[in-house]
């Protein structure tokens, strides 16, 4: 079975400054896709960015890039300038084509504290 | 709406009462997924819907859980004899389709608080 273990219960940083989020994954698969989620005191799981297997390049979305090593099975979060409206839950959460079926597999969470 | 809403927002019961929680999907998707999250678990994959049908149950933790959805659009998830272990937030998302690489976007979740 898969699993995603993200290996920082909690992060802190300073606001402007840069944090990396870790995230590790098992998968015997060569195509799937990864997420990474946010999720505020809302609850509301909110989409930062995503990242298809199949792609050497590295996913960013603004502020928010990964650095994705396949071989190591590693897709970890940079969040760069960070704000204070950074300051949530990440999840990072896998699929896969064949054996995830419908579900998304998730980690743990890193807790990401912004000190102003 | 734009996005995907759950009712109620928070819900307390007590030990041994039913419950029902709903899910508003985005509309024109097709798929939709029910997913809970408490403390000592994490998030854990309940079940998943491709219009009215359920493929996947595999993950519903007993059979006082029960699912259903109605014209590819409403979810309503149903607890019934409610446990003190029930207590979490209940999450719901949709995706346009099942594919594999379709994101899935969630609601705000129903928090349930069993007494």
């Known amino acids: 079975a898969q699993t995603v273990t993200q290996s920082q219960p909690e992060m802190s940083v300073q606001e402007a400054e840069t944090v990396t989020l870790s995230c590790t994954y098992d998968?015997?698969?060569?195509?799937?896709?990864l997420f990474w989620y946010k999720q505020p005191p809302s609850r509301q799981m909110i989409l930062v960015i995503r990242?298809?297997?199949?792609?050497?390049q590295n996913a960013t979305e603004n502020r928010f890039s990964v650095n994705f090593q396949k071989a190591a099975k590693s897709f970890s979060l940079k969040i760069s300038d960070s704000q204070l409206g950074d300051a949530a839950m990440y999840f990072c959460?896998?699929?896969?084509?064949?054996?995830?079926?419908?579900?998304?597999?998730f980690g743990e969470g890193t807790q990401l504290t912004v000190n102003p | 709406g734009a996005g995907v809403s759950q009712s109620p927002s928070n819900k307390v019961t007590e030990k041994g009462k039913d419950v029902e929680l709903r899910c508003d999907p985005i509309?024109?998707?097709?798929?939709l997924y029910w997913y809970r999250q408490s403390l000592g678990q994490g998030l854990e994959f309940l079940i998943y819907f491709q219009g009215n049908s359920a493929p996947d149950k595999s993950g519903l933790p007993s059979d006082r859980f029960s699912a259903e959805r109605t014209g590819g659009s409403v979810s309503t998830l149903t607890i019934q004899r409610t446990q003190q272990e029930d207590s979490a937030v209940y999450l719901c998302?949709?995706?346009?389709?099942?594919?594999?690489?379709?994101?899935?976007?969630f609601g705000p979740g129903t928090r349930l608080l069993v007494l």
């Open positions: 998302a949709s995706s346009f389709s099942r594919a594999y690489q379709e994101t899935q976007y």
């Open positions: 959460a896998y699929r896969g084509r064949v054996t995830s079926g419908s579900r998304l597999t």
């Open positions: 998968t015997s698969e060569s195509d799937y896709y």
């Open positions: 990242q298809e297997a199949y792609k050497q």
């Open positions: 509309s024109g998707h097709t798929a």
